[in-house]
């Protein structure tokens, strides 16, 4: 099939460095500041009546520069203390603790690591696996579609299969380690990057040909809700027709003007439920498949809001 939105293939090279922080080197740890305030929360009237608290993850890169203020202790203890039950890890995230020592800090606030984003590089994967098997994470993942040229539009059909490749290599090797599937985390080029098949002429986004060519024992597909639909994809409809390869979703809010797109809509992100996503389809259509319904807000401010407004918007919507 064709491309799903109607946008070009755009240069994307300029963001390459903003995407790659999210799986990048480690930070160091500030000292830890106590939870602030009240976190009774509304949503505790509601957990349970939408999406299950079980269910619901939050990525702690959303919280990259409040950690660098506060460590990464007082995030978890912010989090814990609204109702969260699950984290999904970044690179900064683990501040040069071992793996023993993370999952002391996990325990201690009741979260678990749902999943991760890890570096795809292959030699370095093992050391993710042993971390993420040793802390009892349920997923190894992949920030960026492992493919050459997606930043800048510029992949070849090959290049994607070569992606694709290197994804069953690395997801076969997590679930061999007991560190569960790989997911392949997307953004919005992943959708509007379109190769062309040698074979049939056939052209397709990216994300197609890595979902045809991937073994779904090993990878599965995290979507990202807001980056798709910025990409003009009906996440109702790639939900009904992969929602068996999809088992985590990035819950993303924010202003989705027809003239913007990817780089350029950081700044219209917003807290969930306060931007132009319809959600209740999208939760409708997830239902029975997804796993982890993971809340993301790049460049989140430095405050509790974001999280516990988006997590008392996700439990107590109906759908």
């Given at each position: 099939m064709s491309a799903y939105p109607r946008h070009a293939r755009r240069n994307l090279a300029l963001g390459a460095a903003v995407l790659l922080t999210a799986f990048g080197a480690l930070s160091s740890a500030p000292a830890v500041a106590a939870p602030s305030g009240d976190k009774a929360s509304a949503a505790a009237d509601c957990a349970g009546r939408s999406v299950p608290v079980s269910k619901i993850s939050f990525q702690l890169y959303s919280y990259q520069s409040w950690q660098e203020e506060i460590g990464i202790e007082a995030v978890l203890a912010e989090l814990a203390a609204i109702g969260y039950k699950n984290v999904e890890l970044y690179g900064g995230a683990y501040e040069g603790l071992s793996a023993e020592e993370f999952r002391a800090l996990l325990k201690k606030y009741h979260l678990k690591a749902s999943s991760a984003h890890d570096?795809?590089?292959?030699?370095?994967?093992?050391?993710?696996?042993?971390?993420?098997?040793?802390?009892?994470?349920?997923?190894?993942?992949?920030?960026?579609?492992?493919?050459?040229?997606?930043?800048?539009?510029?992949?070849?059909?090959?290049?994607?299969?070569?992606?694709?490749?290197?994804?069953?290599?690395?997801?076969?090797?997590?679930?061999?380690?007991?560190?569960?599937?790989?997911?392949?985390?997307?953004?919005?080029?992943?959708?509007?990057?379109?190769?062309?098949?040698?074979?049939?002429g056939e052209t397709k986004p990216v994300w197609e040909v890595i979902a045809e060519n991937t073994d779904p024992r090993f990878v599965t597909f995290e979507v990202d809700v807001f980056w798709a639909s910025d990409a003009e994809v009906d996440v109702v409809d790639l939900l009904e027709r992969y929602g068996d390869r999809i088992e985590l979703l990035h819950i993303k809010d924010g202003s989705l003007p027809p003239d913007t797109l990817g780089f350029e809509s950081f700044g219209l992100l917003t807290d969930v439920g306060e931007g132009d996503i319809d959600w209740a389809p999208i939760l409708e259509a997830a239902q029975g498949k997804v796993k982890y319904y993971v809340i993301e807000r790049d460049s989140a401010p430095a405050s509790a809001e974001f999280a516990r407004d988006s997590f008392n918007f996700l439990t107590c919507l109906n759908y």
């Amino acid at each position: 099939m064709s491309a799903y939105p109607r946008h070009a293939r755009r240069n994307l090279a300029l963001g390459a460095a903003v995407l790659l922080t999210a799986f990048g080197a480690l930070s160091s740890a500030p000292a830890v500041a106590a939870p602030s305030g009240d976190k009774a929360s509304a949503a505790a009237d509601c957990a349970g009546r939408s999406v299950p608290v079980s269910k619901i993850s939050f990525q702690l890169y959303s919280y990259q520069s409040w950690q660098e203020e506060i460590g990464i202790e007082a995030v978890l203890a912010e989090l814990a203390a609204i109702g969260y039950k699950n984290v999904e890890l970044y690179g900064g995230a683990y501040e040069g603790l071992s793996a023993e020592e993370f999952r002391a800090l996990l325990k201690k606030y009741h979260l678990k690591a749902s999943s991760a984003h890890d570096y795809t590089n292959e030699a370095a994967f093992p050391a993710a696996i042993d971390y993420a098997e040793t802390i009892g994470q349920d997923y190894t993942g992949a920030a960026v579609f492992p493919v050459a040229g997606i930043f800048d539009g510029t992949t070849t059909y090959q290049q994607a299969l070569d992606g694709a490749a290197l994804l069953n290599r690395l997801g076969e090797e997590s679930v061999r380690g007991g560190a569960g599937q790989i997911l392949a985390h997307s953004h919005w080029f992943e959708f509007t990057t379109v190769v062309t098949d040698p074979a049939t002429g056939e052209t397709k986004p990216v994300w197609e040909v890595i979902a045809e060519n991937t073994d779904p024992r090993f990878v599965t597909f995290e979507v990202d809700v807001f980056w798709a639909s910025d990409a003009e994809v009906d996440v109702v409809d790639l939900l009904e027709r992969y929602g068996d390869r999809i088992e985590l979703l990035h819950i993303k809010d924010g202003s989705l003007p027809p003239d913007t797109l990817g780089f350029e809509s950081f700044g219209l992100l917003t807290d969930v439920g306060e931007g132009d996503i319809d959600w209740a389809p999208i939760l409708e259509a997830a239902q029975g498949k997804v796993k982890y319904y993971v809340i993301e807000r790049d460049s989140a401010p430095a405050s509790a809001e974001f999280a516990r407004d988006s997590f008392n918007f996700l439990t107590c919507l109906n759908y």
